[in-house]
């Protein structure tokens, strides 16, 4: 499932296809996990917030979700397992 996030409207939305996810994510920075930030999310995250894009979640698993801007140029991952 692909879910949209706005701090403004968040939307949901699903079907994107897989070859076009896995375009989208060759071309985009990985932060690795927001996990390991210390509480401090690195500065382009910061600038596309205050940006108000539009970030796309993916689920990747039970508990493991990739954020991307593709606006930005970034991607991320977040293991809410515990």
């Known amino acids: 499932m692909v879910r949209f996030l706005s701090t403004i409207n968040p939307v949901r939305q699903g079907g994107?296809?897989?070859d076009m996810q896995s375009t989208a994510?060759?071309?985009l920075a990985d932060l690795g996990y927001?996990?390991?930030?210390?509480g401090k999310a690195p500065d382009i995250v910061r600038a596309c917030r205050a940006s108000k894009h539009s970030c796309k979640?993916?689920?990747l698993g039970r508990c493991l979700t990739e954020w991307r801007c593709e606006i930005c140029g970034y991607k991320?991952?977040?293991d809410s397992s515990g």
């Open 16 to 18: 994107l296809g897989m």
């Open 34 to 38: 927001a996990n390991g930030w210390g």
């Open 57 to 59: 979640a993916t689920d």
């Open 76 to 78: 991320y991952k977040v």
């Open 25 to 27: 994510h060759e071309k």
